[in-house]
């Protein structure tokens, strides 16, 4: 049954994406990293073609609620410097100094003072700044973290809806539904994250292919409102050593180091590009979510009927990307989603 369910899923998500009237192109968000010069000239390059922009500025920094903000006076210059500016979204997360913050997430969750100096900080910035609102992201919580994490997000929506501003929240694909639903009742839309089927401490395999993707999102939109929800998509590689963590790379790094090392880069129909090389320290294998594969899961999203899409993330893309049509159909994926395992120990 369960096989049959996820074919199902499959067939529903590939089905909606082949729609012969195409579908509305939902907005189109971007999210940056401030200490990545290639990230830097994208947003340069790009930014009038975004609706939203969300940049890693803002990170919890202690139990009382502080937050550290990144200054990042160059994004604010091409920003202003845009065509079309787009609305202006940070990422709030307890990210910091190379660290998941889970003590300083967890205090600000239970503690109603922090909750309340945590909110302010950022209302107040907002308005200060002319932000269009904010995207929570709040990982590796506790199980007490995970239970009271809505109730803090509604706090912040209430907070900045007086000021006629907006809060989304991030979520994993593996989100559990009941906690899903409490995030979706909490704030204005959920971000799914839709990216690392492969992830750096995994087997090798796809960053997302098709049938993973077409899986998972009619999955978690079932019985929602799909407007509520903006998909993040995959726009970087994984390059692995041969039985190690996997560093991340850019799509136009992935391709200089496969032609460096002479190496074929194989067509994956329905999923991610990816050749394998070798390298002093042994073999490595490497994958990369190109503009084709960027371009066929933005079109199942549309037809889904999505608020948005996001890439994850600007200056590790493949320039091909911002150009990329649509397929004018979704062919049915050779296989089921690649499965990957965590790397021993």
């Not at 909110?119 to 007490?144: C, M, Q, S």
């Not at 050593?241 to 190496?263: C, D, F, I, M, N």
């Not at 996001?310 to 049915?332: F, I, K, N």
Request: with cysteine.
């Amino acid at each position: 049954m369960a096989v049959l369910a996820r074919s199902l899923l499959i067939a529903l998500g590939l089905a909606l994406a082949s729609r012969t009237a195409p579908a509305a192109q939902p907005a189109l968000m971007a999210f940056y990293v401030p200490w990545e010069p290639t990230a830097l000239a994208s947003l340069q390059a790009h930014a009038g073609s975004l609706d939203v922009f969300a940049p890693m500025w803002a990170s919890l920094v202690s139990a009382k609620g502080e937050v550290r903000w990144e200054t990042d006076p160059k994004a604010h210059a091409a920003l202003a410097a845009a065509t079309r500016r787009p609305k202006v979204m940070p990422v709030v997360s307890n990210a910091h100094d190379d660290v998941w913050d889970v003590m300083a997430a967890q205090a600000v969750i239970g503690d109603h003072r922090a909750a309340d100096a945590f909110a302010e900080a950022l209302a107040t910035r907002a308005r200060a700044e002319g932000f269009a609102g904010y995207v929570i992201d709040f990982e590796n919580l506790a199980p007490a973290g995970v239970a009271g994490y809505p109730a803090l997000v509604g706090l912040l929506r209430d907070r900045l809806h007086a000021d006629g501003r907006q809060l989304w929240v991030t979520a994993l694909l593996s989100t559990d539904p009941a906690t899903e639903q409490r995030l979706l009742a909490s704030a204005d839309a959920v971000v799914l994250m839709a990216y690392d089927q492969c992830w750096a401490t995994s087997t090798p395999g796809p960053i997302a292919d098709d049938a993973w993707v077409g899986a998972n999102l009619p999955a978690k939109l079932a019985g929602a409102d799909p407007g509520r929800f903006v998909v993040a998509l995959a726009s970087y590689g994984y390059d692995w050593p041969a039985g190690r963590t996997a560093r991340v790379v850019s799509v136009p790094a992935a391709r200089e180091l496969a032609a460096k090392a002479h190496a074929r880069i194989a067509p994956a129909p329905g999923s991610d590009a990816h050749f394998s090389y070798s390298a002093p320290d042994g073999p490595h294998e490497v994958w990369f979510a190109d503009a084709a594969a960027f371009a066929r899961q933005r079109a199942l999203a549309a037809a889904l009927g999505v608020r948005g899409v996001a890439l994850w993330r600007m200056g590790l893309e493949d320039p091909g990307l911002w150009t990329a049509a649509p397929p004018a159909t979704a062919a049915p994926p050779a296989a089921p989603g690649a499965a990957c395992a965590p790397l021993p120990r």
